[in-house]
């Protein structure tokens, strides 16, 4: 119960700041996920507020400059006339999930889902050749506990947003998808990737050393069932398109200009339903889950924290970090 109310509560402030300008909104979203006294202060003054009911430079020197960037992480397309967002996520160089990058995703889809006028969402990526890296490697590694945990309660915010949502979500998926990355996809009503060979999308955590939270888990096996998520996430498979598609990790492939048309068209095919129906057998359908999760939303984070800040951990961390700089060099 108190980790359905630490939800909700952010929730509520993040709805909140969704009305202040823009950057004083990241701001203060930051701050309340750093101190949760000052998001009580912050809920007890607005709690009407509310319409929020449901459920040889250093590698790390490298990683910061781009992270410290205040240029928008996220563009959003609102047509009024169809009532569809599209998302392009625009973090460079390949859409890693950030904690800006998170806050800024946070608060965009709450802006959207606080508008009634507002029923589809379509996201995709404005990188060449990458829907997203997954999460940001640099904000797990070399961090403070503190940090971590800040991290930690943005991933799993952004994951209950998504797969929370009475909006239609639509995951427009033009380039590599691994992990995190794969788990945006996830959380979306319907994937539509492009077809090429050189994509490629599902998790690879066990690879470098590292263990997907429970909650994706939870979530995979409701999509491609145990068996393919048990082979997925043991193995730490990244699947070209066409095997990615026969085993139902996503839903449709296209040639790769044509992904976000046809995630266009689609949505018109799904916004012809009748929203409430539609909205309430979203719900029926993942409420289960997101109950669940919820119900062990803290001892995930503690489970997170005590995970990533092991030695062990950041050791291979530290050795994968250095493995995909020097792909490039
Ligand atoms: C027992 C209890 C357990 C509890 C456990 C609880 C929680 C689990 C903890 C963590 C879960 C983590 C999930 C994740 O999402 S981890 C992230 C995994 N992602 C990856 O492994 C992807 C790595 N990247 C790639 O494969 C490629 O970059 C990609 C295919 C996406 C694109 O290839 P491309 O060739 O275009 O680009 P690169 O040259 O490889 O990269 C450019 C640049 O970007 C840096 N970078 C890439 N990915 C990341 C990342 N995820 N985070 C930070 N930085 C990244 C890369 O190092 C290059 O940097 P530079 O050389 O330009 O400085």
Known sequence: MDAYKSSVDFAEATAFLSH????????????????????????????????????????????????????????????????????????????????????????????????????GLILTSSQPKVFSAGLDIMDMYGKKLEQYEEFWRAVQEMWLKLYSSNMVTIAAINGSSPAGGCLMSLSCDYRIMADNPRYSIGFNETQFGIVVPVWCKEAMTTIVGHRNTELTLELGLLYNPSDALKIGLVDQL???????????????????????????????MRKPTIDKIMSIREADMQQYISFISKDSTQKMLGTYLEMLKKKRG
């Open 20 to 119: 202040a300008c823009y950057e004083q909104d990241k701001m203060a979203l930051r701050a309340t996920l750093k101190n949760k006294s000052i998001l009580s202060g912050l809920l007890s003054r607005l709690s009407s507020c509310s319409s929020h009911g449901r459920v040889c430079v250093s590698p790390v020197l490298v990683a910061q400059r781009r992270n410290n960037s205040t240029s928008p992480k996220l563009k959003v397309d609102f047509n009024q006339s169809t009532g569809v967002a599209v998302m392009h996520m625009q973090n460079p160089p390949v859409n890693s999930l950030s904690l800006g990058f998170l806050t800024e995703f946070c608060i965009a889809v709450e802006k959207l889902e606080m508008d009634k006028s507002c029923r």
């Open 254 to 284: 296209v040639p790769e200009d044509q992904v976000l048309a046809t995630a266009t068209k689609t949505m018109t095919k799904w916004l012809a339903i009748p929203d409430h129906a539609r909205r309430i057998t979203k719900s029926m």
